[in-house]
């Protein structure tokens, strides 16, 4: 239901994750009146020990909402950390989740008009490592008593393992505590306007459908850039490398969408049972086919270890081996400390057959999504040149966000998952199997990595990446366009 009491608990309420990200993601959605203060109680749990106040002294400077007069954001900041409360203890403390758990009960008890419709989300801002102790905690002490419609929802983050043998053991162990409906797998690119557009777009739209496959599109690129190394979190990065950072989870779902065939209905089984299949049609990666980098400067960072091999670059060809996608390369390119900071998918259309107007020599049709910054979708096309003369340009229709919908705040992945959440909405939250289905795509080439096999090319900060990568990307058929 969306109604009744709904306690919001966040462990790990003191970490990064949570200020950056939950906290504030929650502040918005109160804001905008999602969470109302007569049902919601939000909960802070963590080791360190601190009263109420000085939690909500940590959040308060990251609660910075994107719209309002500053009186309204003054009032509705006091009023959102009114509703927190702080409780400490250990991750694996029987006494702490009891103690958690008579705090949820009693602001449950308080204030539920109707009982048996409590609603409990757990969202774990945790290390991966201490998931299967906190899962037993809450399995034990922490699980809603009711019995009409209440819930308890738990929400987890990557990286859900390090390879296929890890993962599978860390969803067993999850797997023996909770449902599958019960646990929210987050992958916050599944949140992002343009990545929730995606099969709107597709399917949708008559011009897309008779084109989007093997016959008209020469190549897919989805791409992601920073340009800002991994400064502050090089002994977390080391352990996972760009490929488990970004790759296996966040450019795979957006794969998955693109690639995917139309789901029977809207329905999140349905979206995510077409999801799989695409997983599941990917052959085994070419190691001739993978270009990897590490940028200069990346090993001056204390955590680092000296002869560290991990990637910070990697450029990986992916083949789908089904009817819409045989011989269409899929691009996947992410590195960090680029010239550029950037995520968008470049759709390549085949070049015109029996071209009269020598077009391939301005560039080819091209599809743009770009996800972020400043969102937008534009289409390359060649196009007569204004004027007397009869003479071709490439030039774009262009639909940007900002301009096209001014005045539309876009929402932030967090929040929106977090709704979907309390909503009991799992499409945009990753199943077991599809996350098995992508760890069993990158473990073979993750091991080599690992293994020392495959070495990381040196690139400078503030680049490209290496020069290999962009060969690579011309030997599967890309083609530069011309203004971009
Ligand atoms: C996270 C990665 O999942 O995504 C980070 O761990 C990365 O390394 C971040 O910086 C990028 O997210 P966004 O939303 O800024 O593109």
Known sequence: ??????????????????????????????????????????????????????????????LTPNKGTSSEQAEALSKFLQLIKYVSGSYDSEEGFRLLDKEISEHEFAKNSQPGTSRRLFYLALPPSVYPSVCKMIRSYCMNQSHLSGWTRIVVEKPFGKDLSSAEELSSQLGELFDEEQLYRIDHYLGKELVQNLLVLRFANRFFLPLW????????????????????????????????????????????????????????????DEKVKVLQSVLPIGQEEVVLGQYDGYKDDPTVPDGSNTPTFATVILRIHNERWEGVPFILKAGKALNSRKAEIRVQFKDVPGDIYKCKKQGRNEFVIRLQPLEAMYMKLTVKKPGLEMSTI????????????????????????????????????????????????????LHKIDDGELKPIPYKPGSRGPAEADELLAKAGYVQTHGY
């Open 213 to 272: 496959n093997r016959d008209n599109i020469d190549n897919i690129q989805i791409v992601f850039r920073e340009d800002f190394g991994t400064e502050g979190r090089g002994g977390y990065f080391d352990e996972y490398g760009i490929i488990r950072d970004i790759i296996q989870n966040h450019l795979m779902q957006v794969l998955c969408l693109v690639a995917m065939e139309k789901p029977v209905s809207l329905k999140p089984e349905h979206i995510r």
């Open 1 to 62: 239901p969306e109604t009744g009491c709904l306690s919001i608990i966040v462990l790990g309420a003191s970490g990064d994750l949570a200020k950056k990200k939950t906290f504030p993601a929650l502040f918005n959605l109160f804001r905008q009146g999602f969470l109302q203060s007569n049902e919601v109680h939000i909960f802070g749990y963590a080791r360190t020990k601190m009263s109420d106040d000085a939690l909500r002294d940590r959040i308060r400077e990251y």
């Open 394 to 445: 490439q030039s774009e229709l262009d639909l940007s966000y900002r301009q096209r919908y001014q005045g539309v705040t876009i929402p932030e992945a967090y929040e929106r998952l977090i709704l979907d959440t309390i909503r009991g909405d799992q499409q945009h939250f990753v199943r077991r199997d599809e996350l098995k289905a992508a760890w069993e795509i990158f473990t073979p080439l």
